[in-house]
């Protein structure tokens, strides 16, 4: 049988990448580190770390078990959790990740939906790509992720289920007086002389696969990580961007923004849970959402 005490060890190496920067996250020396992580090997028979002077990286079987080790801390959370609400510790607190416009636009009207049922619970919100919201919820560190993906299947994670929320198309936005701006919607290929302003760094391949179909190749003039941002530059006349509507909202003054011609890229935001033991608060969160996007003027 596995020792979770040992999967501890190993999910603080592969968040570290290091014996010695998780000996210091767990209070143990590195040679402990080492040695819980050499009896791991030996109870599955095979390797889970590879070795090396810049520090140590998780073999596919290690991947394997750091996942698990996620998710069985995860359930060992919940049900201590769960335990000491039985014997009378009721937790009042939730715990929510989001991606910025997520939080900016579906969020707060969510949470004012929410506190009117629900008006002692107290909010912790973390503001995380996908990438790191999920793990949070897996590791229980939040009680559900608002997340989107792009083109392609939801994100899979061991112990996560995913719910949608909405389609989330992403618009074609100009400077007001551009020659396009009046028009009713864009092809994609009209806007093939451009230079592009990317407001989220996973937009580049996305952009660079719908061009292909249009036949371009898209000229990136800037890199960011804020679609406020890119609207800022948008504006003056730097060049053009796609943003998805929900982070749309606010002032648009000086912009055009259009749509573009389907089929086009679209970002499909979603809620992820645990598989097991949603907490009723949490449910009744997703809830929220789920009234707070059917409400919307979209």
């Known amino acids: 049988m596995i ?3 040992r999967l501890r060890v190993l999910r603080e190496v592969a968040r570290h990448g290091s014996f010695n920067q998780a000996a210091v996250a767990l ?18 028979g095979a390797a889970v770390v590879e070795r090396s002077t810049r520090g140590v990286r998780l073999t596919e079987a290690g991947r394997i078990l750091a996942e698990t080790a996620d998710t069985v801390t995860a359930e060992l ?19 929510v990740a989001t991606f910025t416009s997520g939080g900016q636009r579906l969020l707060p009207a969510a949470l004012r939906r929410f506190s ?14 996908t990438e790191e919201s999920l793990p949070q919820v897996s590791a229980g560190v939040a009680d559900l992720a608002i997340a989107y993906h792009l083109d392609g299947p939801p994100p899979d994670r061991p112990g996560l289920a995913w719910t949608p929320l909405l389609d989330d198309p992403l618009w074609a936005v100009l400077p007001a007086g551009h020659p396009l701006a009046d028009r009713d919607e864009i092809g994609l290929g009209e806007l093939a002389a451009e230079r592009w302003i990317l407001g989220c760094v996973e937009l580049e391949d996305i952009l660079g696969h719908h061009a292909a179909l249009a036949g371009f190749a898209p000229v990136v003039a800037c890199r960011g990580t804020d679609y406020v941002f890119a609207q800022a530059l948008v504006r003056s006349g730097i060049g053009v961007s796609l943003v998805p509507q929900v982070a749309l909202a606010g002032d648009r003054g000086g912009l055009a923004v259009v749509p573009l011609r389907q089929p086009g890229p679209v970002r499909y935001v979603g809620v992820s849970t645990p598989v097991r033991r949603v907490r009723p608060l949490a449910a009744a969160l997703l809830r929220a959402l789920q009234e707070t996007v059917a409400a919307l003027p979209m």
């Open 27 to 44: 209070r143990m020396t590195a040679s402990a580190v080492s040695q819980h992580v050499a009896a791991l090997e030996r109870a599955v």
């Open 77 to 95: 959370d919940r049900a201590t959790r769960d335990v000491r609400k039985l014997v009378g510790d009721t937790d009042r607190h939730l715990a």
């Open 116 to 129: 009117e049922d629900h008006p002692d619970v107290l909010f912790t919100v973390m503001e995380n790509d």
């Open 3 to 5: 020792d979770i005490n």
